[in-house]
């Protein structure tokens, strides 16, 4: 059975994307006890591990060759739906970066789940994951809830309703705490 969330954690030149750090903060934030595991691809970056566990990973996979050296979609996505396979969390998280962009969506297809993108706010409500947007000139807010396959309700689409679940997180909106390591 599904469960946890997996957060896809971006570095670029061995420097970890800000952007990562917020999805994952933000996944921490709602997993309830449940696993939060982070996957890093690249080449050289286990010496970002601690960096990553700082901020709340329980769990880091990791994807260290020399072929990851440059962005691949194929690579990653490769490297990536092992460690969906190995984890098999009900969520997968991402910064809307634009390699995420690029890469996220092979997995939802891949794994035959929904994609949920440029989310800006995420609450939970009992065991429902509900997400919503801000839409423009003020308009109400855009809802959809993301429900676990083994609830079943009349109001949430039949679609929503699978083992995995993909979230892009728009960049900024969920900001990492500081850690005890940061300089005030």
């Known amino acids: 059975m599904a469960q946890g969330i997996l957060v896809f954690i971006e570095q670029r030149g061995g420097h970890l994307r800000k952007a990562s750090l917020e999805a994952l903060s933000e996944a921490v934030r709602l997993a309830s006890g449940q696993a939060v595991t982070a996957v890093l691809i690249g080449e050289n970056i286990k010496g970002l591990v601690p960096s990553v ?85 003020e308009k109400p807010m855009a809802r959809m809830f993301l429900m676990p396959s083994s609830l079943s309700s009349p109001s949430v689409p039949m679609f929503l309703r699978r083992q995995n679940q993909v979230v892009l997180a728009r960049l900024s909106s969920f900001l990492p705490p500081r850690t005890k390591f940061e300089p005030r």
């Not at 990851?68 to 690579?75: H, L, M, P, R």
């Not at 997968?92 to 690029?102: G, Q």
Request: glycine fraction near 4%; proline fraction near 4%.
């Open 53 to 137: 566990a700082k901020y709340g990973a329980s769990k880091v996979f990791i994807a260290d060759k020399g072929d990851f050296a440059q962005y691949s979609t194929e690579g990653y996505a490769a490297a990536f739906a092992d460690a969906i396979k190995q984890a098999q969390p009900q969520y997968v998280f991402a910064a809307s970066t634009s390699m995420a962009k690029d890469l996220l969506p092979r997995l939802a297809a891949r794994f035959d789940a929904p994609l949920v993108t440029d989310v800006m706010v995420i609450k939970t409500e009992g065991r429902i994951c509900c997400r919503s947007n801000q839409c423009i000139r």
